[in-house]
């Protein structure tokens, strides 16, 4: 999974679809390298996810996993976050 976040940003819809992973595993995935990358001098990149009703980013999010609402408008539809690692 580190090689394929390398090559690029993905969503773990992306991630899940070509690396053959579900999901909820992918986020298992992602937690850890996003845990553990800074000790090998490189780092997780996340472009956070945001919602579709007013815009509201989940920048300071520290969990990687869907929001369940938005903390504004309380909208549950998001643009998916993407992950890569540089
Ligand atoms: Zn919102």
Redesign the pocket.
């Known amino acids: 999974m580190e090689e394929f976040l390398r090559q690029g940003p993905a969503t773990a819809r992306d991630i899940s679809r070509a690396l053959s992973v579900p999901e909820k595993e992918v986020f298992r995935h992602l937690d850890h390298i996003f845990r553990s990358a800074a000790g090998r001098g490189s780092r997780l990149l996340i472009s956070p996810w945001r ?1 579709k ?2 815009g ?1 980013t989940f920048a300071s999010r520290s969990k990687l996993a869907k929001p369940s609402r ?1 903390p ?2 309380k ?1 549950e539809r998001f643009e998916p976050a993407a992950f890569s690692i540089g």
């Open positions: 919602c009703g007013c509201f938005c504004s408008c909208e």
